[in-house]
T-cell receptor, first 115, second 114 residues
Framework: GAGVSQSPSNKVTEKGKDVELRCDPI?????LYWYRQRLGQGLEFLIY????????KSGLPSDRFSAERTGESVSTLTIQRTQQEDSAVYLC?????????????FGPGTRLLVL | AQSVTQLGSHVSVSEGALVLLRCNYS??????LFWYVQYPNQGLQLLLK??????LVKGINGFEAEFKKSETSFHLTKPSAHMSDAAEYFC????????????FGTGTKLQVIP
């Protein structure tokens, strides 16, 4: 079956522009996560969705970052007025929660470069 | 708050040698622990996970990890390294309660020398 997909795979933008990153989770997965991986650093949790709700937004770095999910499916991560420090790989993952055990399935990521 | 520490951002081993990647965790409750692997130009995939059953967990590609509560460790091992094991490995911890926020370590890049 299809895995988690993300688009675009690469995005180059100018400082100050807005960008939208898309994630299509595995069909039927209720949980969806966004992470950021800066060069040479580990994965940084950004936000988590359970269905269309986001119980935990604590990882969003600033109010320039926002995310939404619709139809318990597609999610969009929006970065407004991008800054050079936003350059990173943005990873999306989804999971099918059964009890409290879960395996997250990751997408290939979107490489964002802010010039 | 939960956290993981991966000792060594880069590890080099000879082909056929033992692979040992270290991970220590910090958690206020008995955690769930994971190892993920990221091959070059590919997405993350789960190697193995510990969810409070057997302390020795076997994963894919011959990897295994042992949960040691007394040492707060979850080191990843493989008896004999293969060239195809060259990748970046991430240890992660999750609080089994609540909504399963997963915290990742900074990763260890494994180089396998022929």
């Amino acid at each position: 079956g299809a895995g988690v997909s993300q688009s675009p795979s690469n995005k180059v933008t100018e400082k100050g522009k807005d960008v939208e990153l898309r994630c299509d989770p595995i069909s039927g997965h209720t949980a969806l996560y966004w992470y950021r991986q800066r060069l040479g650093q580990g994965l940084e949790f950004l936000i988590y969705f359970q269905g269309n709700s986001a119980p935990d937004k604590s990882g969003l770095p600033s109010d320039r970052f926002s995310a939404e999910r619709t139809g318990e499916s597609v999610s969009t991560l929006t970065i407004q007025r991008t800054q050079q420090e936003d350059s990173a790989v943005y990873l999306c993952a989804s999971s099918l929660i059964r009890g409290v055990q879960e395996t997250q399935y990751f997408g290939p990521g979107t490489r964002l470069l802010v010039l | 708050a939960q956290s993981v520490t991966q000792l060594g951002s880069h590890v080099s081993v000879s082909e056929g040698a033992l692979v040992l990647l270290r991970c220590n965790y910090s958690s206020s409750v008995p955690p769930y622990l994971f190892w993920y692997v990221q091959y070059p130009n590919q997405g993350l995939q789960l190697l193995l996970k510990y969810t409070s059953a057997a302390t020795l967990v076997k994963g894919i590609n011959g990897f295994e990890a042992e949960f040691k509560k007394s040492e707060t460790s979850f080191h990843l091992t493989k008896p004999s390294a293969h060239m195809s094991d060259a990748a970046e490995y991430f240890c992660a911890v999750s609080d089994p309660g609540g909504y399963q926020k997963v915290t990742f370590g900074t990763g260890t890049k494994l180089q396998v020398i022929p």
